[in-house]
């Protein structure tokens, strides 16, 4: 019955060829995941340079938008890890305006969402632990790895306390990811899934007047993944900025 | 009952399009090469472009306003304290002339005291001088009376004998009678 209502909330993660684009026998089509992370970096390069490039020292919306974003981040960072932080600052602006432009991207009826799928996701999280370690190899040394010891524990219980500080460690990137992975997903899910039942409400005949009640929980919860996607970013960056203080100031 | 579960069913029921279609999309491995792929073309990008063009940029224009704010503020605190130092040299100024007045106006003061001082010892000293000679005349103009009274009194006195006589008395009678009476 009603083929044509059937609503699948699976359907909005399925990547679609936009062109093929197979060298060496890797899989490496430009997709429509493809098309809005182009499209996130073209947002965030319309703010921060068009928007700025009068240089003006009463700004214009745009530019105020992108000082307004540039001193959130900066005021995120040098809170948590200090002004030495600051060397880092490109790539954590960098990193939230790209997960945060993709969350909100996402949030456009028809979009995909770059940041549902766990291999983004991963990816970035991969990418946050690597400049950790390299910043803190490259910074400490060898005594970089005294994250690991915690000082004042007796003797006996310092191999117990070396373990469960290095699954912490490794623990980090995969909570990292999976937290705006799952955020993601889940609330475009929640969304598709009270958005289909208003429809398939409306198609049921009689049962068409309870069709506000899930029509109120949809609009409600587009406010909460408005909120969640600024909040993941945002969570997304200051846990970037607590690992990175790990690897500016090491030890405990 | 059932009306209302029908929905659910249709909403939830993509358990088998899923089956049918393959793996949960996010977890399908097929597609990973090509998001890595694009994400890291995309991404080194953007960093890119942040890192070479809108940080520095950005930065700048902030630190400029800063700098721009700061020297307004500093100018401001300047002309501050230009025009106290002006409001004081004219507070200066000001005390300096209303003592300059005031020396003046007492100068004045003493210096038309004195010649109204002056001026009335000069009306003073002339009245004095007229009173005296007023006096003077007064006085010989008295002498002057009291002579001709003298006289009168003589003649008088010479007709009433000549009356109650018949015989004038003679002039030396009448000025020892006169001496006498004067004396008594």
């Known amino acids: 019955m009603a083929s044509g209502t059937e609503i699948d909330p699976i359907h909005q993660f399925e990547l679609q060829k936009v062109f093929e684009f197979k060298p060496f026998g890797l899989d490496l089509s430009f997709t429509n995941s493809s098309l809005w992370m182009i499209i996130a970096v073209a947002v965030i390069s319309f703010v921060t340079i068009i928007g700025t490039s009068k240089r003006s020292v009463v700004p214009g919306r745009l530019q105020s938008l992108a000082e307004m974003a540039y001193e959130f981040v900066a005021s995120t960072l040098t809170g948590v890890t200090g002004k030495e932080g600051m060397k880092f600052f490109p790539f954590v602006f960098s990193l939230f305006m790209f997960v945060f432009t993709a969350n909100m991207l996402g949030m456009i009826p028809g979009a995909f969402t770059t940041t549902s799928h766990v291999i983004v996701t991963a990816a970035f999280a991969v990418l946050v632990i690597s400049v950790v370690l390299i910043a803190g190899i490259v910074g400490h040394g060898s005594h970089f790895f005294g994250l690991f010891v915690p000082s004042g524990v007796p003797g006996w219980l310092l191999p117990f306390m070396v373990v469960i500080e290095v699954v912490s460690f490794i623990s980090r990137p995969i909570s990292l990811a999976l937290r705006l992975f799952g955020n993601m997903l889940a609330g475009h899910i929640a969304l598709k899934v009270f958005g289909g039942f208003v429809a398939a409400l409306i198609a049921a005949g009689a049962a068409a007047v309870l069709a506000p009640l899930p029509l109120l929980l949809a609009i409600a919860l587009t406010a909460l993944e408005f909120l969640v996607a600024f909040l993941q970013a945002y969570v997304f960056t200051i846990l970037t900025c607590v690992y990175l203080n790990d690897a500016l100031h090491p030890g405990h | 009952?059932?009306?209302?579960?029908?929905?659910?069913?249709?909403?939830?029921?993509?358990?088998?399009?899923?089956?049918?279609?393959?793996?949960?999309?996010?977890?399908?491995?097929?597609?990973?090469?090509?998001?890595?792929?694009?994400?890291?073309?995309?991404?080194?990008?953007?960093?890119?472009?942040?890192?070479?063009?809108?940080?520095?940029?950005?930065?700048?224009?902030?630190?400029?306003?800063?700098?721009?704010?700061?020297?307004?503020?500093?100018?401001?605190?300047?002309?501050?304290?230009?025009?106290?130092?002006?409001?004081?040299?004219?507070?200066?100024?000001?005390?300096?002339?209303?003592?300059?007045?005031?020396?003046?106006?007492?100068?004045?003061?003493?210096?038309?005291?004195?010649?109204?001082?002056?001026?009335?010892?000069?009306?003073?000293?002339?009245?004095?001088?007229?009173?005296?000679a007023a006096e003077a005349s007064i006085g010989e103009m008295k002498a002057k009376a009291m002579a001709n009274v003298e006289d009168i009194a003589k003649e008088a006195a010479s007709a009433l004998v000549e009356q109650l006589t018949g015989k004038a008395p003679t002039a030396a009678a009448l000025t020892k009678a006169f001496k006498a009476g004067s004396e008594a």
């Open chain 2, 1 to 132: 009952m059932r009306l209302i579960a029908v929905p659910f069913m249709m909403a939830i029921g993509s358990a088998p399009a899923l089956a049918a279609g393959g793996a949960f999309p996010p977890f399908d491995s097929s597609t990973f090469a090509g998001q890595l792929f694009w994400l890291a073309l995309s991404f080194g990008l953007l960093f890119l472009l942040m890192s070479k063009v809108a940080v520095p940029r950005i930065g700048s224009v902030l630190a400029e306003r800063e700098g721009t704010i700061e020297t307004a503020l500093a100018a401001a605190a300047k002309a501050q304290a230009g025009a106290e130092e002006q409001a004081q040299a004219l507070e200066a100024s000001l005390g300096k002339a209303k003592a300059n007045a005031q020396s003046i106006a007492q100068d004045a003061r003493a210096k038309s005291n004195a010649e109204i001082d002056a001026k009335r010892k000069a009306v003073e000293t002339e009245l004095a001088a007229k009173m005296s």
